[in-house]
């Protein structure tokens, strides 16, 4: 028996896409359009549940002329940002620019960056510094490698990134913010982590922020969880009381599997 659960939620949940580097801009905006004729047939109510896509750099021009022609009720975000603004800085993409395309989010530390790219913390404080120049909302990516997992000292490790990637944020600014746990084990692997484990983690990052800044801008602040998400496991993770969304990867290039995970409170089973 499905249900749904009004009334639920303390903060509006975020179902987010990260399209990684895939799509180029005529299967982007083809995605896209999937996706939100999908959610449009099935009436989904976007304001109850918020949707953001994060293609990559060279199709938001066309994501940003789809969503403004069609008014379509989507949000959407850079995958990455520099931490200058403009200059001599080959390759990069500054936030204004992504500010420019309308862009309401953008990812700061996501695993491949601080793994493949070797961006540290130092480097992403200057890069949440950046976003909020520029008017856009750092979704902040934190988590753990398997070694740490293995070892317990995962939420230790988790709210040590946190301390260091928020060192320079005001409590005004960490309002608008967005956390994604993600455990770096369970990203792309079909690993996931269980929803108790998603829940341990986001109680420990939303305490820690109380810690940082105070209890009203803990509760604001949304905590997704990211990691082999599909439309299957989405809602088992989401009726833990502090996970605020879902950062999916893979399974958000298949609109329907993508419109199923947005469409999660049609699966929750009723106790
Ligand atoms: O940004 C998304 C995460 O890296 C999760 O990716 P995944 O759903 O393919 O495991």
Same mark, same amino acid.
């Given at each position: 028996?499905?249900?749904?659960?009004?009334?639920?939620?303390?903060?509006?949940?975020?179902?987010?896409?990260?399209?990684?580097?895939?799509?180029?801009? @005529?299967?982007?905006?083809?995605?896209?359009?999937?996706?939100?004729?999908?959610?449009?047939?099935?009436?989904?109510? %976007?304001?109850?549940?918020? @949707?953001?896509? %994060?293609?990559? %750099?060279?199709?938001?021009?066309?994501?940003?002329?789809? @969503?403004?022609?069609?008014?379509?009720?989507?949000?959407?975000?850079?995958?990455?940002?520099?931490?200058?603004?403009?200059?001599?800085?080959?390759? +990069?993409?500054?936030?204004?620019?992504?500010?420019? !395309?309308?862009?309401?989010? @953008?990812?700061?530390?996501?695993?491949?960056?601080?793994?493949?790219?070797?961006?540290?913390?130092? !480097?992403?404080? *200057?890069?949440?510094?950046?976003?909020?120049?520029?008017?856009?909302?750092?979704?902040?990516?934190?988590?753990?490698?398997?070694?740490?997992?293995?070892?317990?000292?995962?939420?230790?490790? *988790?709210?040590?990134? !946190?301390?260091?990637?928020?060192?320079?944020?005001?409590?005004?600014?960490?309002?608008?913010?967005?956390?994604?746990?993600?455990?770096?084990?369970?990203?792309?692997?079909?690993?996931?982590?269980?929803?108790?484990?998603?829940?341990?983690?986001?109680?420990?990052?939303?305490?820690?922020?109380?810690?940082?800044? +105070?209890?009203?801008?803990?509760?604001?602040?949304? !905590?997704?969880?990211?990691?082999?998400?599909?439309?299957?496991?989405?809602?088992?993770?989401?009726?833990?009381?502090?996970?605020?969304?879902?950062?999916?990867?893979?399974?958000?290039?298949?609109?329907?599997? %993508?419109?199923?995970?947005?469409?999660?409170?049609?699966?929750?089973?009723?106790?």
């Amino acid at each position: 028996m499905t249900t749904s659960t009004n009334g639920k939620f303390d903060r509006t949940p975020l179902i987010a896409g990260n399209w990684k580097m895939n799509m180029d801009h @005529v299967q982007g905006i083809t995605l896209l359009q999937k996706l939100v004729w999908t959610l449009e047939d099935a009436k989904h109510n %976007f304001e109850r549940v918020e @949707v953001a896509v %994060f293609p990559p %750099f060279t199709d938001l021009r066309g994501v940003q002329t789809l @969503v403004a022609g069609d008014d379509l009720p989507v949000a959407y975000g850079g995958q990455d940002l520099s931490p200058h603004d403009s200059g001599a800085y080959t390759g +990069d993409i500054s936030g204004q620019f992504l500010a420019r !395309l309308g862009c309401r989010y @953008v990812l700061v530390g996501h695993s491949e960056r601080r793994t493949i790219h070797g961006e540290d913390d130092a !480097l992403l404080s *200057t890069k949440m510094a950046a976003a909020y120049r520029h008017g856009l909302v750092p979704v902040l990516c934190v988590g753990e490698g398997l070694e740490v997992r293995t070892a317990g000292t995962h939420v230790a490790h *988790t709210l040590a990134q !946190l301390r260091a990637n928020l060192e320079d944020v005001t409590a005004e600014q960490a309002a608008r913010l967005v956390i994604a746990y993600e455990p770096v084990w369970a990203i792309g692997t079909g690993e996931v982590a269980g929803p108790a484990d998603a829940q341990e983690m986001c109680a420990a990052i939303r305490a820690e922020l109380e810690a940082l800044y +105070d209890a009203g801008t803990a509760a604001a602040v949304r !905590l997704l969880y990211g990691g082999s998400v599909k439309a299957g496991n989405a809602a088992a993770i989401l009726r833990e009381r502090d996970v605020d969304g879902l950062l999916v990867g893979g399974a958000s290039l298949d609109a329907a599997e %993508f419109a199923s995970i947005v469409r999660f409170e049609h699966h929750l089973v009723t106790e």
